[in-house]
């Protein structure tokens, strides 16, 4: 191996990562290590000084809690432990020492490998979910506020980002939804609906909101919001328009309905026949209900005695469990970029290395026209006239921007082709 493959291999090999993650442990475990944002400064830089690792950044979500960072030592499980209990998450010694057993841990090559497919949703609960690349570049952008990270990070990053989007744009990881609100809106989309449908949405909670903005993105303007608390539906009407009525008055609610979306925390169904009835204002054509609640808000008496499209989550579930199938199928379609990903990465890594290490012959190039002019013929020049400094000056000054840029560009390139050969 020559010194230019060698010296790539050595850059690659200092990429970490210690991964937390729904692969290994229950939800409950992952929370232990999720880090206050208040706090994620003072750790994380704590960390960094007392493990000499020299870049560091922190990424945490719903089902993984990842650390990567740059280290000249592989990670074993004796680091991981010492580095978890720095955490100060209140686990035994017991649970820690078995944690540090049970962690990924990735070493080089496949620390690269491993956040290409992290940041590209294959690593994902829900594989394909494009939410991952948005929380990846936070999770950088916060490190790098706080100065935990740095060049090696930022290009890793920087090409995660750059293999995910493509992931996503050339195969069919993503091409089928499985969140239960993009499913439900392509029901609603499928029914048929025109812009100015009446549309009855009851509950105020994150479920509900993101259905608004499908809704709001597509043209649907006509919305009433029904909700317990006044004030968390008057802040989705604020965000997207529409209306507020109070849950506990549904059943005298007069202004009539199109469509039905559903999605409360009720442990019963908060729409009976009792409610539903009234509800229809005497309108007997066919009303689409879409329940996204567990249990159901809508009474199954409902789907027996009146003219209803119905969606519920059983329905949703199985739709869902078809488009995983089918993104898990697109999975192989996906390493090629992957194994590009990491090579792009290498490749990138030592193009920065030869532009940091060449930094230092413009200042040595000026220093020598400096000592050549000022000592070492600074007699000579004592003897020569003004007409003829001047031209001396300018033939040395146009030498010293030739041999900066000419030898520069010529160095770099013999490098980069040894790089691409390699």
Known sequence: MNFVAQLRKVLVNEIRVIAISHKN????TIGKFHIAPEQRERIL???KISTGIDEIMYLSTCNRVEFIFTLPHFVCPGFTNSFLKKLNTGLSEEELNSISIQAERFNREEAVEHILKVCSSLESIVIGEREIITQMRNAFEEAQKHK???DKIRMAISQCIKTAKEIFS????????????SLAWQEFRNFGHNKDARILLIGAGQIIRNFLKFLSENGYHNFTIVNRTEANAQALVNAFGGKTFPLDKLGEFSGGFDALITCT???HAVVTSAVYSPLLQGD???KQVIDLSL???????ILQNFNVSYVGMKTIQEMASVNILFREQALAECLPYIINGVADFEKSLQERRIEQAMQSIPQAIKEIKSTALGSVFAKDLENLDEEARDLLNKIVSYMEKKYISVPMKMAR???LNETRKN
Do not use: M
């Open 25 to 28: 442990f229950p939800l409950e």
């Open 45 to 47: 830089s704590e960390i």
């Open 148 to 150: 935990l990270s740095g």
């Open 170 to 181: 050339n195969t069919d990881l993503a091409r089928k939804p499985v969140s239960a609100v």
């Open 265 to 267: 925390a009720s442990d």
């Open 284 to 286: 007997t054509t066919r």
């Open 295 to 301: 249990p159901a808000d809508i009474d199954a008496d």
């Open 413 to 415: 390139e013999v490098l």
